[in-house]
């Protein structure tokens, strides 16, 4: 057991000589507590907490370390910015190109030019995959805040035939004025602190008889279509229970984790009729040995490749509500996993979990 020493004492930008000063020990005690080596005495537990000025139980890593404090602010367009890459690494987990083939083609069937809106558009992904797809004629149009991304939807469009244009500004203060035959957001609703307001702009930016399209994932849907051969029993590693954390996360208003499941409702809320949804039907099957099946190789090089990704999950879950030992468990499930992917005959299933509900006026 290792009580939340370090990880306070470092908040606090404080040396282990500054915090042995304080509480009148050696700085070499404190590194054995913050080691593990040994536990501090009872008697230095309320004396760490006013230290701190935090309970005994953040301490102990009973309660959460400093909620809210690494809350990530979803609904904006910083996170976005800088972690880029992650965007383009999730697409190879979550889109599936022949079922949105299969969608235009056979389900929607557009039979004559369309405008298309993109709210959030980021670099343009949906545009990619819906213009060479759509009757010749078709335009595509982003709204999006950040600008490095749109400057990158822009360099891409530029070079291609298609009619495109790329509005910079923040989809709340966004006013309608031209209309449009299809609407979408892709990966955007669930991360919204008032996604109803955004439908009701969607909406208004829509020709009679025109089409919304939202694409977002259920997060419950996408673990229920999950195993990996980490969890048989012999390898005694259960998939810890993430869906408190996720609960946290909504009430803290950072991702509604139903969002996909939730779309038919919202939309018939605002008005639309004719709702359709679809689910996703890719399921990727992870083998490490298989070079083309790397995404989820991608996902853990990023996360792992992070300076102290260890420290930043721990506080990642303790911030949402996970107690140490919680947080800990979530973490050893991680590196875990990571390890197991290391090995040749590793083998996870993983579905996608993504929704296209669709409506019209
Ligand atoms: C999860 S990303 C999805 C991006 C893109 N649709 C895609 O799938 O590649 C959400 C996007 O919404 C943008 N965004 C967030 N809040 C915004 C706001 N208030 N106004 C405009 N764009 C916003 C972010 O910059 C980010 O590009």
Redesign the pocket.
């Known amino acids: 057991m290792k009580l939340y020493i370090k990880e306070l004492r470092e908040q606090y930008n404080m040396t282990q000589k500054d915090l042995a000063d304080r509480l009148q020990v050696s700085f070499q005690t404190i590194s054995k507590w913050e080691n593990g080596v040994n536990l501090p005495d009872i008697t230095h537990i309320p004396r760490l907490a006013d230290v701190f000025g935090v309970s005994a139980d953040v301490i102990l890593g009973l309660e959460p370390m400093n909620p809210k404090a690494d809350l990530r602010k ?4 910083d996170y ?2 800088e972690n880029r890459e992650l ?1 383009k690494i999730w ?1 190879a987990l979550y889109w599936n190109e022949d079922y949105f083939e299969f969608l235009v083609r056979d389900v929607w069937k557009f039979d004559r030019p369309m405008d298309i809106l ?6 343009g ?2 545009g990619r995959k819906f213009m060479p797809l759509l009757p010749k004629g078709s335009s595509y149009t982003g ?4 600008e490095g ?1 749109i400057k990158e939807a822009q360099d891409y469009f530029d070079q291609t035939a298609y009619s495109h244009q790329f509005i910079r ?4 203060t ?1 006013e309608p004025v031209k209309k449009y035959d299809l609407v979408v ?4 609703l669930s ?2 602190h008032h996604p109803e307001q955004l439908i009701q702009k969607m909406k208004e930016s829509l020709r009679p008889g025109g089409m919304l399209l939202l694409i977002d994932a259920n997060l419950e849907v996408e673990q229920a279509g999950y195993f990996s051969g980490l969890e048989k029993e012999e390898n005694g590693m259960p998939r810890p229970d993430f869906i408190p954390v996720w609960e946290y996360e909504m009430s803290h208003q950072e991702q509604d984790y139903r969002m996909g499941t939730k779309l038919p409702y919202l939309l018939k809320k605002c008005g639309f009729q004719h709702i359709g949804a679809r689910l996703s039907d890719q399921v990727t099957i992870y083998e490490p040995s298989d070079e083309e099946k790397g995404p989820m190789n991608d996902i853990f090089r990023y996360v792992y490749e992070h300076e102290d990704c260890y420290r930043g999950g721990m506080n990642y879950f303790m911030n949402r509500g996970a107690g140490l030992q919680k947080a800990s468990e979530y973490m050893d499930y991680y590196e875990k996993t990571k390890d197991y992917f290391q090995s040749e005959d590793a083998i996870a299933v993983k579905t996608s979990g993504v929704y296209f509900v669709y409506a019209t006026i």
Do not use: P, R, S, V
């Open positions: 979803y609904d904006g367009i976005w910015n965007i697409k993109d709210f959030g558009c980021g670099y992904f949906l709204i999006e805040l950040d991304q500004q923040d989809i709340y966004y957001a892709l990966f955007l991360y919204m």
